[in-house]
């Protein structure tokens, strides 16, 4: 069993950053691809970015892109996801997620453990 901790969400002005954090535990995630998506309220869970096993290979949704970086640091069994030049529709409920597979995946649907969420809130 893997368990997923994020860290890092809060309030933060239009234009501003926050770096989150994913640590996970009960097993080393250097074999499993992790994703981020988020969740609005009153809106289904979106895809925002993927990082296979290594690091090498990422993937993100088209409204992120130039935006958000998506890393991780195997030694420390973490995940990070910058967020810069924040937008009041980035306001959501953040994820992580993990992938009993190498290569990453935008669909929900293909990760096995999810952590329980930190909230992101952009004011204009």
């Known amino acids: 069993q893997v368990q997923l901790v994020e860290s890092g969400g809060g309030l933060v002005q239009a234009g501003g950053s926050l770096r989150l954090s994913c640590a996970a535990s009960g097993r080393t995630i250097s074999s499993y691809a992790m994703g981020w998506f988020r969740q609005a309220p009153g809106k289904e869970r979106e895809f925002v970015a993927t990082i296979n096993w290594s690091g090498s290979s990422t993937n993100y949704a088209d409204s992120m892109k130039g935006r958000f970086t998506i890393y991780r640091d195997n030694a420390k069994n973490t995940m990070y996801l910058q967020m810069n030049s924040l937008k009041p529709e980035d306001t959501a409920d953040y994820y992580c997620?993990?992938?009993?597979?190498?290569?990453?995946?935008?669909?929900?649907?293909?990760?096995?453990?999810w952590g329980q969420g930190t909230q992101v809130t952009v004011s204009s």
């Open positions: 997620a993990a992938r009993s597979r190498p290569w990453g995946a935008d669909n929900p649907r293909e990760y096995d453990y």
